[in-house]
Every structure is written in C-alpha cells, then in structure tokens.
C-alpha cells in the first residue's frame, strides 16, 4: 500500500465511533499507518487512542468535541464518520425517541462532525470519509430509521462532493453487513442468521486506508464493500 500520504507523517485524523466495530478497526488501522488518531465515542478507545467522550447524537456537543481534537492534535487532516445505530422495527412499534436518535447519530452527527471539521480540513486540503450502508440504496421493511438515515448520508456525501470539489476530497464508503457489536442488543427476529457470512471489519477498514493513502490528483469517490452473499446490494 502507497503511505506516501500526510497519514505516514503523523496527519491528525478523527474517527467517530472509534470505540468499537468498524469504527475502532478504523482507528487502529489509521494509527498502524503513521496517523494521529482521535477518536470520538461515548467510551474511551480500548486501544489507548485519544478519545474525546461525546454523545454524537448532540450536534453542538460533537461540533465541540471536534474541535477540541483539532485543537489537542495541533490540527485535522481527515474525518471519517464511522458512529452508527440502529433500533429495528415497524415505524408504529419503535419508541419516537429512539427513532429520532438514529437520525440524529447517524446523519446530524455526521453533518456536525463535518461542519465543525471543514477550517481545519480547507486549508489542510484534507480527506473526508463518511460511512453510509448498503440500506442507504436499499429500503426494506422494519428500518425506517436506519434508512432514513442512511439515504440521508448517501444524499449528504454526493452533495458534499460537490461542495468541496477541489477543496477537500470526499469518500462514501458503503459497507454490507459485518462482524461487530452491532446487532447484539436487538430483538432475536431482527438479528443474522448464525450462518450467515459477514464481513471482517478489519477488512472493511482497508478500504477507508486506500481511500485516505491515494496520493494527491487521485480522490476516491465512492466504495461499496460487502460479502460475498451480501442480500442488500445491488
């Protein structure tokens, strides 16, 4: 892999939802090759990376964590919004604050993560990644929320490339599903087959490295990374 990036010289990089799943296998990869890791999360990194301790679905309190990180790290070269919920379920059945809280984690939480990180990241001509779904091209039953969410980030980074087009590069990454935490608070009828094949995180991770390694005049638009029996994409 080409490191001839700001990442081997220690570039300041944020990465929300650092803490666990993707999210941490993102952050440990990001400071295996040279980077200078902050995560932000409602726990610490199990890593020993510097974590900033917030709760993404407050918007004025992540745009301050974000640049509490900037200003700890002596600046910010890339973002990359891994934080991610979901709580399934028939529109009618979830609770109107937790399907509030999926739209504000997932979409406001990025779009402040990102607002707050653009003075630092123009100058710097730096990198964002934001992580969408493979359920932000797909919609299905009993995930409203995520979906919604999700189609939001689709919509927001196709847009946000527009808006920063050579000013800072923009990556989408759509991931499948994967081996992580993510499933293990739901109801058993709202959880993966045990035999189902899903994606190492680590691997999925790879693809947010090549993103933020390719050298400058090579941007990486958009990335769709699943398994193999991936059932929501196409």
């Not at 952050?27 to 900033?52: K, Y």
């Not at 929320?145 to 920063?164: D, I, N, P, Q, W």
Request: with cysteine; hydrophobic share 45%; net charge negative.
């Amino acid at each position: 892999m080409d490191t001839a990036t700001p990442l081997a010289s220690g570039a300041p990089v944020v990465v929300t939802g650092g803490a666990s799943g993707l999210g941490r296998a993102v952050a440990t990869r990001l400071d295996g090759l040279g980077g200078t890791v902050t995560v932000l999360d409602r726990r610490p990194s199990p890593d020993g990376l510097a974590t900033e301790i917030v709760d993404l679905a407050e918007g004025r309190a992540a745009e301050d964590a974000l640049a509490r990180a900037a200003k700890n790290a002596g600046g910010l070269w890339a973002v990359v919004t891994c934080a991610g919920v979901d709580v399934p379920g028939r529109l009618d059945e979830v609770a109107a604050e937790d399907w509030e809280r999926v739209i504000a984690v997932n979409l406001v939480g990025t779009a402040a993560v990102v607002r707050a990180a653009l003075p630092y990241l123009v100058p710097a001509r730096g990198r964002i990644v934001t992580v969408a779904s493979t359920l932000g091209h797909r919609a299905v039953s009993d995930a409203t929320a995520y979906c919604a969410s999700k189609f939001g980030v689709v919509g927001f980074s196709r847009a946000l490339t527009a808006e920063l087009r050579d000013q800072v590069g923009v990556t989408m990454l759509t991931p499948g599903g994967m081996h992580t935490a993510f499933f293990d608070e739901r109801e058993e009828r709202y959880k993966p087959p045990a035999d189902l094949r899903l994606a190492d995180p680590g691997d999925v991770a790879e693809a947010v490295a090549f993103a933020l390694t390719r050298p400058p005049g090579c941007e990486v638009r958009e990335l769709v990374v699943t398994p193999p029996t991936e059932s929501s994409w196409p």
